[in-house]
């Protein structure tokens, strides 16, 4: 069965810290991995990535996969109280289905 | 600048009272999604509507039907909610159903039911 599995559950930081959330994936003919960001609404697109070892950056956050391992990480830097919300990580098989992680919940206190 | 809208945000239902739950989009995606999510918990696909054809997961209780009038318009019918489908339902589109192209995700509706 198909599962996608993120690490830790929950994470509290204050504002300048770095974190780091990790992302396992066991997808059926795996193409892609997906990072949404989901505040008290629906998720916001922020990555896909298709190929292992190239970095995606946007402004302070950035994201790395690893097809070999199976896994994923996504980094936000100097964190701010703004980046407080639910991290999804979601596989893709070839079919464009989405199986989502259970979410990392990221809180950053000033 | 709404792209995918979702009617209404907040919906409370009586026990076994059928609900309608809308979702329309503006960006002419071939694929319209329905997840439900509950809280603490990662999104659940529900169902996807290819264009007309529609797709079921195999999971999926019967109790959900979805309807898909044309391109810009799906609906989610509970047929007779319980205690137990009280959540988030979210609806998201895609251009076409490989794995290059991202989904774009409704606010989501609330479901209460009482």
């Known amino acids: 069965e198909d599962k996608v599995v993120q690490s830790p559950l929950s994470l509290v930081v204050h504002e300048g810290d770095t974190v780091t959330l990790n992302c396992s994936y066991e997808?059926?003919?795996?193409?892609?991995l997906l990072w949404y960001k989901q505040e008290k609404k629906a998720p916001t697109f922020l990555f896909m990535l298709?190929?292992?070892?190239i970095e995606k950056k946007s402004g302070r956050l950035s994201s790395i996969l690893d097809k070999k391992e199976l896994f994923s990480i996504l980094n936000i830097t100097a964190t701010q109280t703004g980046d407080s919300a639910v991290y999804l990580c979601?596989?893709?098989?070839?079919?464009?289905?989405?199986?989502f992680g259970q979410g990392t919940t990221l809180q950053v206190k000033p | 600048d709404a792209m995918v809208i979702q009617n209404p945000r907040y919906q409370v239902t009586q026990f076994g009272k059928p609900v309608t739950l809308s979702c329309s989009q503006t960006l002419n995606h071939n694929v319209m999604y329905w997840y439900q999510q509950k809280s603490s918990q990662a999104p659940k696909l529900l169902f996807h509507?290819?264009?007309?054809?529609?797709?079921n997961e195999a999971d999926t209780p019967d109790n959900f039907q979805s309807r898909r009038p044309n391109t810009s318009f799906c609906f989610l019918d509970i047929r007779s909610p319980g205690l137990g489908d009280a959540a988030m339902y979210l609806c998201?589109?895609?251009?076409?159903?490989?794995?290059?192209?991202?989904?774009?995700f409704g606010p989501g509706t609330r479901l209460t039911v009482t």
């Open positions: 979601a596989g893709s098989s070839n079919t464009g289905k989405l199986i």
């Open positions: 997808v059926t003919n795996f193409r892609s």
């Open positions: 998201a589109t895609s251009r076409d159903m490989v794995a290059t192209y991202e989904q774009y």
């Open positions: 509507y290819y264009d007309k054809d529609f797709n």
């Open positions: 298709t190929s292992s070892g």
